[in-house]
């Protein structure tokens, strides 16, 4: 009977993951009149590396990041200009975030807190490196110059995307902060499950 509880409060919880990274991949929704929040991505991942641990979980939510962006292409009409070679290697990169996760203690503001922000940071940076050196060496740039210009390109992107995680996971760590001491979301107010 509890693992049937766990398996619904899992399904719950990536359901609620899915619709807020529907809400927030970048692409023109409804949401978008209101507030434009960063994509909720590798918040999500991180999450589930944290304290869902289970494969299938990471694969629902790789596979429903490529199908938004499908779906915003396909029927929305939105720029596919990301789309080259190198967006096979993204589900890899968000599998790597999934599996850092596992090393993280807790989204909580504790004792490895230090510990804990470090790997999300380091974490976040790679993912981003080698999304973005596969999508800048399937560019005209790279084409033209090789990679003398991807210094400057990295330069100019990362302050401006990496943060956005950041930021995510700033407010996602506030919020199992109060939540362990609260417990308004008592599936995750303990420690990750082993």
């Not at 509880?5 to 929704?29: D, Q, W």
């Not at 429903?64 to 915003?72: E, L, Q, T, V």
């Not at 096979?88 to 596992?102: A, D, E, N, Q, R």
């Not at 003398?148 to 950041?166: G, K, R």
Request: proline residues 4%.
């Amino acid at each position: 009977m509890t693992e049937q509880i766990n398996k619904a409060r899992t399904i719950f919880a990536v359901f609620i993951m899915v619709l807020v990274m529907i809400a927030t991949r970048g692409h023109v929704n409804w949401i978008d009149a209101f507030v434009h929040l960063p994509d909720f991505t590798i918040p999500a991942l991180f999450i589930a590396g944290v304290y869902l641990r289970k494969f299938w979980v990471a694969f629902v939510i790789i596979v429903s990041a490529i199908a938004i962006d499908n779906y915003a292409i396909v029927y929305k009409g939105i720029s596919a200009n990301c789309i080259t070679p190198a967006y096979s290697v993204l589900p890899f990169t968000y599998y790597g975030i999934f599996w850092v996760g596992k090393y993280i203690s807790a989204l909580k503001i504790d004792t490895n807190i230090i510990k804990n922000a470090l790997i999300i940071i380091a974490a976040s940076c790679a993912q981003w490196l080698v999304a973005t050196s596969g999508y800048f060496f399937f560019t005209a740039t790279y084409a033209k110059t090789g990679w003398a210009n991807f210094p400057a390109y990295a330069a100019q992107w990362s302050v401006v995307e990496i943060p956005l995680v950041l930021y995510w996971m700033v407010a996602i760590t506030i919020v199992f902060t109060l939540n362990h001491r609260y417990s308004f979301i008592p599936y995750f107010s303990a420690h990750k499950s082993h």
